[in-house]
């Protein structure tokens, strides 16, 4: 059995990574969705080893410490995220394509320990549909606002570091598109 590829998925905030990620996991049973652990508390409907391994500061420090860690990043100044390194593994191992849905610094870190990986950059189709996603809710105050928005635009500037681009206009299109990808990867091992 050859070793599958590692696909890693990241983009500006507010671009729709996360729904895109759930759309694959319910679609393609068959590609491996990296589940993460974090600090932060779970929202309603999340369930703990399915959409994140929800774990407390103590046990983040020691993955980290035991080498677990494939990558890691605090996200929005407040909670970790990281990617327990095993699983993939073991998918990649037994033949079977991963995917990582992760932000641009752990996209980065990945970049350097696993250089053989795809990088996929998801993009909004304007900028203003990003803009309109973003602030869109309309809850943040003008200060919180730029300050999304001047992110936003720093993130959209790394899309040159990505090897692939996916435009995000409707999330069934875009998830077929990914899909495509990692298949086509299997097929040319
Ligand atoms: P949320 O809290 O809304 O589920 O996710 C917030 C952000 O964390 C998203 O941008 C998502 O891509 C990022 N994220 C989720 N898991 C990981 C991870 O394992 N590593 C890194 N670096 N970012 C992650």
Known sequence: MSRAKLFVLAGPTAVGKGTVAAAMREQHPEIYLSVSATTRQPRPGEVDGVHYHFVTHEEFDRLVDEGQMLEWAVVHGINRYGTPRGPVEEALAAGRPALLEIDLQGARQVRESMPEAVFVFLKPPSWEELVRRLVG????????????????????????EFDVTIVNREVHAAVEELVALMVDSVHNE
């Open 137 to 160: 809710r309309g809850t943040e105050d003008e200060e919180e606002r730029e300050r999304r928005l001047a992110t936003a635009r720093q993130e959209l500037a790394a899309e040159s």
